[in-house]
């Protein structure tokens, strides 16, 4: 098992920057690959970011390649997403994920991922 705690949300405006935060906590946090996903009202969790579990690999939706920049500190049990750019179309809450799928991908599946955190709201105003 491995518990997930999402932090960094906010309001900002157009143009401007967030960096979430997912702190990890019980089993071995470097074995697992992890994810960062979101759902805005009335949408359907998407894929955003993913990372290997030893940075190796990293992948990113269409919408936020360029902008957005997923890394993890295995030291320190966290995976981070630095969001540049924002656009109101960002808006949603942001969920970060594990997975102990194994191999040395980064997973953009979101069946795949066996464990979520509560998730963190962002907000991009106009």
């Known amino acids: 098992q491995v518990q997930l705690v999402e932090s960094g949300g906010g309001l900002v405006q157009a143009g401007g920057s967030l960096r979430l935060s997912c702190a990890a906590s019980?089993?071995?946090?470097?074995?697992?690959?992890m994810g960062w996903f979101r759902q805005a009202p009335g949408k359907e969790r998407e894929f955003v970011a993913a990372?290997?579990?030893?940075?190796?690999?990293?992948c990113y939706s269409d919408s936020v390649k360029g902008r957005f920049t997923i890394s993890r500190d295995n030291a320190k049990n966290t995976v981070y997403l630095q969001m540049n750019s924002l656009k109101p179309e960002d808006t949603a809450v942001y969920y970060c994920?594990?997975?102990?799928?194994?191999?040395?991908?980064?997973?953009?599946?979101?069946?795949?991922?066996?464990?979520w955190g509560q998730g963190t709201q962002v907000t991009v105003s106009s």
């Open positions: 019980g089993r071995t946090f470097s074995s697992y690959a």
């Open positions: 990372i290997s579990w030893n940075s190796g690999n990293t």
């Open positions: 994920a594990a997975t102990d799928f194994g191999g040395t991908s980064c997973y953009t599946e979101r069946g795949l991922y066996d464990y």
